[in-house]
């Protein structure tokens, strides 16, 4: 069974940063793209971040360039998100994600929300940014 657990999230001032930890279980890294994505409430699902270990891809949406990193830990089959500079925008639920590699590298974190086949999910933890 694979299990994707997030924690990390909270409550942070406007500039200021924290670090999201997905611990993976029941899959290797070596055979999926693994990565974050974000959700408001009544707005569109946005691929953050992403990382594919087969060739070294790695995605960020344009939101988050130069603010935010992935990172993985296969040792600990583990994978972050350090974000700085947090912005208000930022708010929103951030789930962590794995895709198959069978659909390329990190296609659904780029792709319409609605065509990609994103196989497992985490349980989402809640970012906060206050301004």
């Known amino acids: 069974e694979v299990q994707l657990v997030e924690s990390g999230g909270g409550l942070v001032q406007a500039g200021g940063s924290l670090r999201l930890s997905c611990a993976a279980s029941?899959?290797?890294?070596?055979?999926?793209?693994i990565g974050w994505f974000r959700q408001v409430t009544g707005k569109e699902r946005e691929g953050v971040a992403c990382f594919a270990s087969i060739d070294g891809t790695t995605y960020y949406a344009d939101s988050v360039k130069d603010r935010f990193t992935i990172s993985t830990d296969n040792a600990k089959n583990t994978v972050y998100l350090q974000m700085n500079s947090l912005k208000s925008e930022d708010t929103a639920v951030y789930y962590c994600a794995a895709e198959n590699l069978d659909r390329g590298e990190c296609t659904g974190w780029y792709i319409d929300p609605s065509e990609a086949e994103t196989d497992f999910w985490g349980q989402g933890t809640q970012v906060t940014v206050s301004s």
């Open positions: 029941g899959l290797t890294f070596d055979d999926y793209s």
